[in-house]
């Protein structure tokens, strides 16, 4: 029960793990003849989106004859980057994630793979810098030491011609930068939500995007709108005076400032006059690094040091390091080193076991965005920096798995987003994967994540190893549990490159530890179909409100919002209580194994399928037993969900949906533009019927804190199910309708107890 169902999912690499740490690189390069009928595959036309590719690369079925290896196949990887260019059509959907052409090309979309060992063309140039013996204080000659080093910049010229990513992302930061270069540098002003963090990763997106456009033209209007962003974020105008001016009482914000000031000392290191190199130093210690090394003892401002497992441990550690890693040399107060000899320990105590065993993060799915930004960007500066990554990459040894949870949790209808949704993004992005994917030898992760929507940003440019070549899909589990008792939960689908695909998530999981951004959500799902969402989430509340993040204990004021309270969840309610804080769920679940292959489109076996159940007795009072079972049925084209259940208290079930809601006994037709979903109770005890209300919190519910009250939830509608005291198998059925599928062609499943299901048992 408690593995990795799909762990070995069938994807295989071509190198050998654990892959070096040390950036790659390789000599000599050999010529190799291109057949350009193995390159452009064969363009089917079907279920998936309507924009086909390009005709240019579309055309004669591929070469079905044995598969290159080798050279042969470094080469022809390159020959396919150049023909077909970006896999998706756009990035600009509903829901910003990639849209790709139905197709099938057996050379193009084939087992992800790294040729840097094959093709040096292909790959990354040595790098000069290694050191025997690598020292976390000890760093290069060279700069940048940041992120990336020099040598990496020096490749990007020809590695932009060569890559089409590369040459996207290049020009989409050209154009971002030249956005931001006509914008008044960024004005002081509280974000309504922590303090100035927004203000901090704005200036610090800027800068990147900046830093960038100078190095690779040289031009000084962006050296010196760079240094007018930074002259403004410690000006007299921008917050207090003093050294309070980055706002260290919520330290994130002081780390990003002072990220955002690293990279612009460092990257712009040797173009920055010896006045403004010092301005940019001086700064960066004054509100930045001599707050953060008080924060190591003082519990007002570096609370997060202090056994967190979560973002707050890695953006502050993160923005520490960046900082201390600049400096080193051009500072000899010896304020770097005693920086950086509590920042290793400390994140490599805290924040790397955000990730659990399974590679699910402790806090959400959002919050995972802003920790592995940070994460990575400390690791890849320290390596980039020094050599090593002191352990960061392999002291949890799960680490690498964490890839695989952000692509399971995001679905079609964009993410499985349970819990708080954290604060605006800007320079926060999933790009952490292509890192992890380099370093830790899973191409997937990088194919996966050069599609989407935030991939073109500087991180990437450096991140992204040119060499990878396949699709990410091919040889993929649609399924994947992840059942560590902290998280628990599972994502089914039926494919990987299809807007339409059904998706299911549900979740189990403690109701504490999660740094309170969780909801009392055991029993949770999303539905994605059709390419909309039919079950979702409400998000955030308001986190100024009173007591919002006060504790998770049960009697915390958190959970007297709706947005956190379990009627604000896709669950079942008994008494109209909240779960309980102390709830142990247990899972089990189990799937056919179905991968994608090559091609975009996936027609999955009748049979296919795939189960998550929890026994959530544990969550509630009033409750002798309650298993919540989720499956996939009818070859992944329709979704029953059930609950076993016996409570000496009112029971309610509910979900939570964008859709138009009409209702007729026991069933109710959910509508979203022109698409449908129909769900229906099956064997319904009698006098039991489906109704709707508004997503708003219950008459007799305990009061708000004074002042306070719910967000809005704007055209949610809530369906219920109302049902008394007593002992239920309440089943409900989940029929998207298709096109092309006729009534006749759904199933009604048989009754069987969530503890009896199996592959099997709804055939
Ligand atoms: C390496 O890739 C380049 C394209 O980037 C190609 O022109 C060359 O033939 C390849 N060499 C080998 C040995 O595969
Ligand atoms: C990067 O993009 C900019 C803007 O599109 C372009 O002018 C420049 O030539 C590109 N750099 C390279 C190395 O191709
Ligand atoms: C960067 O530019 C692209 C292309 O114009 C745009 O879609 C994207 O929103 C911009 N990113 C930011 C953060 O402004
Ligand atoms: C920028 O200037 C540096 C130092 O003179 C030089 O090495 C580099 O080639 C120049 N880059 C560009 C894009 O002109
Ligand atoms: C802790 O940090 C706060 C906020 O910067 C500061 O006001 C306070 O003096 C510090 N306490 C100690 C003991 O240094
Ligand atoms: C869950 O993950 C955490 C963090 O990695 C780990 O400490 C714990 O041992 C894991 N629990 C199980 C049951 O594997
Ligand atoms: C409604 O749609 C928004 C925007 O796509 C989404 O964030 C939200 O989760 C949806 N709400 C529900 C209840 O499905
Ligand atoms: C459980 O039922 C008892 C008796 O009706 C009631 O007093 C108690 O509040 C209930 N607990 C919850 C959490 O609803």
């Keep these: 029960m408690a593995d990795y169902a799909n762990e070995n999912s069938g994807l295989t690499t071509s190198r050998a793990k654990p892959r070096s740490r040390k950036w790659l690189w390789i000599g000599g390069a050999v010529a190799v003849a291109v057949i350009l009928a193995a390159v452009l595959g064969g363009v089917l036309g079907s279920r998936a989106h309507k924009n086909n590719q390009d005709s240019s690369a579309s055309g004669a079925a591929a070469d079905s004859g044995p598969s290159p290896t080798g ?13 077909i260019g970006l896999f ?28 840097a060992s094959t093709n040096a063309s292909l790959a990354w140039p040595k790098d000069s810098f290694q050191p025997s013996n690598p020292q976390p204080t000890s760093v290069r000659p060279d700069r940048p030491r940041l992120i990336a080093p020099s040598y990496k910049w020096n490749a990007l010229p020809d590695l932009i011609k060569s890559d089409p990513y590369l040459k996207f992302w290049n020009d989409t930061i050209f154009g ?33 995007a900046f830093a ?12 010196d709108r760079t240094f007018s962003e930074l002259e403004n974020a410690v000006s007299d105008s921008f917050g207090p005076s003093g050294t309070d001016k980055w706002n260290p009482t919520h330290f994130l914000d002081t780390a990003e400032f002072t990220a955002a000031f690293a990279i612009a000392y460092d990257w712009l290191h040797d173009a920055w006059s010896a006045d403004q190199r010092s301005t940019i130093l001086s700064s960066m210690k004054t509100y930045g690094l001599e707050v953060g090394l008080d924060a190591f003892s003082n519990s007002s401002t570096g609370w997060w040091a202090n056994n967190i497992e979560g973002n707050w441990n890695c953006v502050c550690n993160s923005g520490l390091t960046m900082g201390a890693l600049a400096i080193l040399e051009d500072d000899t107060t010896g304020l770097a080193e005693q920086l950086i000899a509590k920042t290793i320990p400390n994140a490599l105590a805290n924040c790397i076991w955000a990730v659990s065993s399974d590679g699910t993060w402790s806090e959400t799915a959002n919050y995972w965005y802003f920790g592995t930004t940070g994460l990575a960007e400390m690791t890849a500066s320290l390596l980039s920096a020094t050599g090593s990554d002191y352990g960061l990459l392999s002291t949890n040894e799960h680490l690498e798995l964490t890839g695989y949870y952000h ?8 993410l499985f987003a349970y819990g708080d949704h954290g604060p605006n993004k800007f320079s926060t992005t999933a790009n952490a ?33 040119p060499s990878v070549s396949g699709a990410f899909w091919d040889g993929l589990a649609l399924d994947r549990f992840f059942d560590n008792s902290t998280d628990q939960w599972g994502a089914m689908r039926s494919s990987w490159t299809d807007e339409d695909a059904l998706y299911v998530a549900m979740k189990a999981g403690t109701l504490q530890g999660h740094q309170t951004h969780n909801d009392l959500d055991a029993g949770d799902f999303v539905i994605d179909a059709l390419g909309t969402r039919w079950a979702g989430e409400l998000g955030s509340g308001n986190y100024l409100s009173t007591g919002y993040f006060s504790s998770d204990d049960q009697d915390s004021q958190r959970w007297l919002y709706y947005r956190k309270r379990t009627e604000g969840q896709n669950t079942i309610l008994v008494n109209k209580a909240n779960q309980l804080v102390s709830a142990h769920p247990t899972v089990n679940h189990d799937t056919s194994g179905t991968a994608q292959g090559s091609s975009t489109v996936l027609d999955v076996a009748q049979d296919s399928t795939a189960y998550f159940t929890a026994d959530l007795s544990s969550a509630y009072d009033n409750v002798t037993s309650f298993k919540r079972g989720i499956r996939m ?27 138009t809601v009409t209702v007729s006994g026991t069933t109710a037709t959910l509508t979203i533009g022109d698409k449908k979903l129909d769900l229906s109770i099956l064997n319904a005890p009698s006098g039991v019927s489906m109704s709707t209300g508004p997503a708003v919190r219950f008459s007799d519910d305990p009061a708000l804190p004074a002042g306070e009250s719910d967000q809005e939830n704007p055209g949610v509608t809530v369906v219920m199910i109302s049902l008394p005291a007593g002992q239920y198998n309440l089943q409900v059925l989940f029929n998207p309708q298709w096109s092309g599928m006729s009534a006749s062609d759904f199933v009604t499943p048989p009754f069987v107890a969530v503890d009896s299901w199996s592959l099997t048992s709804h055939n």
């Design 71 to 83: 050279e042969a196949a470094a080469s022809q990887a390159a020959s396919i980057k150049e023909a």
């Design 88 to 115: 998706p059509t756009a990035t600009n959907s509903q829901y910003l994630l990639p849209l790709y052409p139905s197709t099938t090309n057996t050379a193009a979309y084939t087992t992800p793979t790294f040729h």
């Design 176 to 208: 971002n930068a030249t956005q931001y270069f006509g914008l008044e540098p960024v004005q002081y002003h509280l974000d309504g939500s922590s303090g100035i963090l927004d203000n901090a990763r704005e200036i610090k997106m800027r800068v990147k």
């Design 212 to 223: 960038y456009a100078y190095r690779m033209t040289n031009d000084t209007k962006w050296l």
């Design 407 to 414: 692509m399971y949790v995001t679905g079609p209808g964009s």
């Design 433 to 465: 994967i292509l890192f992890w994917g380099d370093v830790l030898n899973h191409p997937e992760y990088m194919l996966f994540q050069r599609d989407q929507h935030d991939a073109p940003e500087p991180n990437s440019m450096f991140w992204y190893d």
């Design 633 to 659: 049925i009818n070859g992944r084209k329709q979704v029953l969900l059930q609950d076993d259940i016996d409570a000496s208290g009112d029971i309610m079930w509910r979900m939570h949906t964008n859709a």
